[in-house]
């Protein structure tokens, strides 16, 4: 039977050796593992009564992981696929676990028998143009914190970044003269290059010269009111904050998901509305294969009508075919 002592050498091994050397993860990858492992754990502590110094691996079972993935969709109110984040999370530390703990290979091999929960692809939703530009405005521009949130929100919504790129930019990492570009950090150390727009370049410059710092400065680009590196919750709460306020200029808006992604998925569908092709749109948004870009086709309607409407489909049936060779009559015949 497992002791807290091996429990807490087994998280310190994996998060100090076996991601960082022995994977090669990504800090933001790190970083997710590490609030799913304290999460599991803190859920732990409240099934059993212990202090989490006091949990043994036995603590941290297959009915307790079930448990936990069930808390994280019923009480958390997580999506499948958040549930499914965490649990990839879960079962790579008891990898970990069967191979360096030899005892436990029958707990660890229960865990890793929980299977990914499929999940319905639902509608891409995104923002009109109007809907986009009335959440860009909304922020106050007469405060310090309304010029940051303006930026934010057009930094996402013309680069189209993940939450975790936007936030990992570095004023190093703006090229502000011509050709305007930034360098993005994706997935799986993916890095790419993506162009800046002329009213996103003037935000940008404004809120480095009301910050103080350089261009060629290695600090955060958005940070907090302490000035730390913007979290990914803080992030959020940027959004919903202007999409509570565009709602009351715009009703239809307080209908549409608040997050960040959302202004990810407008410019993905700007882009592609605009005319520019899926493996243009792929490169530009990081995505490994451009069948995850394509969802942004099948999510525009309007493309689609105009499509039926430049077919000429009518709905109506037209004449039967006739063949008019003897060989063929004999066939349709048969």
Same mark, same amino acid.
């Given at each position: 039977?497992?002791?807290?002592?091996?429990?807490?050498?087994?998280?310190?091994?994996?998060?100090?050796?076996?991601?960082?050397?022995?994977?090669?993860?990504?800090?933001?990858?790190?970083?997710?593992?590490?609030?799913?492992?304290?999460?599991?754990?803190?859920?732990?502590?409240?099934?059993?009564?212990?202090?989490?110094?006091?949990?043994?691996?036995?603590?941290?079972?297959?009915?307790?992981?079930?448990?936990?993935?069930?808390?994280?969709?019923?009480?958390?109110?997580?999506?499948?696929?958040?549930?499914?984040?965490?649990?990839?999370?879960?079962?790579?530390?008891?990898?970990?676990?069967?191979?360096?703990?030899?005892?436990?290979?029958?707990?660890?091999?229960?865990?890793?028998?929980?299977?990914?929960?499929?999940?319905?692809?639902?509608?891409?939703?995104?923002?009109?143009?109007?809907?986009?530009?009335?959440?860009?405005?909304?922020?106050?521009?007469?405060?310090?914190?309304?010029?940051?949130?303006?930026?934010?929100?057009?930094?996402?919504?013309?680069?189209?970044?993940?939450?975790?790129?936007?936030?990992?930019?570095?004023?190093?990492?703006?090229?502000?003269?011509?050709?305007?570009?930034?360098?993005?950090?994706?997935?799986?150390?993916?890095?790419?290059?993506?162009?800046?727009?002329?009213?996103?370049?003037?935000?940008?410059?404004?809120?480095?010269?009301?910050?103080?710092?350089?261009?060629?400065?290695?600090?955060?680009?958005?940070? $907090?009111?302490? &000035?730390? +590196?913007?979290? #990914?919750?803080?992030? !959020?709460?940027? =959004?919903? %904050?202007?999409?509570?306020?565009?709602?009351?200029?715009?009703?239809?808006?307080?209908?549409?998901?608040?997050?960040?992604?959302?202004?990810?998925?407008?410019?993905?569908?700007?882009?592609?509305?605009?005319?520019?092709?899926?493996?243009?749109?792929?490169?530009?948004?990081?995505?490994?294969?451009?069948?995850?870009?394509?969802?942004?086709?099948?999510?525009?309607?309007?493309?689609?009508?105009?499509?039926?409407?430049?077919? $000429?489909?009518? &709905?109506? +049936?037209?004449? #039967?075919?006739?063949? !008019?060779?003897? =060989?063929? %009559?004999?066939?349709?015949?048969?």
């Amino acid at each position: 039977m497992s002791n807290p002592a091996s429990l807490a050498r087994l998280l310190e091994a994996f998060f100090l050796h076996r991601l960082p050397s022995q994977r090669n993860a990504s800090a933001s990858t790190i970083a997710s593992y590490r609030d799913a492992l304290r999460l599991l754990i803190l859920f732990a502590c409240k099934r059993t009564g212990r202090k989490p110094y006091q949990l043994t691996l036995s603590d941290l079972n297959r009915d307790i992981v079930l448990d936990f993935l069930d808390h994280l969709e019923q009480e958390r109110g997580n999506c499948v696929q958040t549930r499914n984040v965490r649990l990839t999370a879960i079962r790579s530390f008891f990898h970990h676990v069967a191979v360096n703990d030899p005892a436990s290979i029958g707990l660890a091999q229960r865990v890793l028998a929980i299977p990914i929960k499929r999940s319905d692809t639902g509608v891409t939703c995104y923002l009109s143009r109007r809907e986009l530009a009335a959440l860009i405005d909304a922020p106050d521009q007469q405060t310090p914190r309304g010029r940051r949130d303006r930026a934010l929100l057009l930094f996402l919504a013309r680069t189209g970044a993940r939450v975790s790129e936007a936030l990992d930019v570095d004023a190093s990492d703006l090229q502000l003269d011509r050709p305007r570009q930034v360098l993005l950090r994706g997935k799986g150390r993916k890095q790419r290059m993506v162009p800046l727009a002329d009213d996103l370049t003037k935000a940008l410059e404004a809120l480095l010269r009301e910050r103080g710092i350089g261009r060629h400065d290695s600090v955060p680009l958005f940070v $907090g009111t302490q &000035g730390e +590196r913007l979290t #990914r919750f803080g992030a !959020t709460h940027v =959004v919903r %904050r202007a999409m509570a306020i565009a709602s009351e200029r715009l009703p239809e808006l307080a209908r549409k998901h608040a997050s960040p992604h959302v202004l990810r998925h407008s410019l993905a569908m700007s882009l592609l509305q605009s005319g520019v092709d899926l493996p243009t749109i792929q490169a530009w948004l990081g995505h490994a294969q451009v069948t995850t870009t394509h969802r942004y086709a099948a999510a525009d309607v309007e493309m689609m009508r105009r499509g039926l409407e430049q077919s $000429g489909v009518s &709905g109506k +049936r037209g004449p #039967r075919y006739k063949p !008019t060779d003897e =060989v063929l %009559r004999l066939l349709e015949r048969i």
